[in-house]
């Protein structure tokens, strides 16, 4: 069975880092699109970072770019997301999550596009 355990949220103040971790079981996750999306109180659950099969391509939310970076480690078959300058506008739970092996995602930073969810790790930023 599919398991996708998140780690590595916590509190810290605005402007500090973080480096979230994804460990897939039951799914290789070289065969399939990874992404990052968080979701806040009353807010829709928004994409935040994909990496993509074959050549790694990577997407990213407008409001992240040139702070979060994704990566992976397949010898670990973990999914990675550092985060750097973050602000209070990040507060949310972050998901991992995984798309049906095999498939072709055109717009991969859309929720509904994947399959399997990890229990999400909270990030929390203070002013």
């Known amino acids: 069975q599919v398991q996708l355990v998140e780690s590595g949220g916590g509190s810290v103040q605005a402007g500090g880092s973080l480096r979230l971790s994804c460990v897939a079981s039951g799914y290789t996750i070289s065969t399939g699109y990874m992404g990052w999306f968080r979701q806040a109180p009353a807010k829709e659950r928004e994409g935040v970072a994909s990496?993509?099969?074959?050549?790694?391509?990577?997407n990213y939310a407008d409001s992240v770019k040139g702070r979060f970076t994704i990566s992976r480690d397949n010898a670990k078959n973990t999914l990675y997301l550092q985060m750097n300058s973050l602000n209070p506008e990040d507060t949310a739970m972050y998901y991992c999550a995984a798309a049906r092996p095999g498939d072709w995602l055109m717009f991969p930073l859309t929720p509904r596009l994947y399959d399997y969810w990890g229990q999400g790790t909270q990030v929390t930023v203070s002013s």
């Open positions: 990496f993509s099969t074959g050549g790694g391509r990577t």
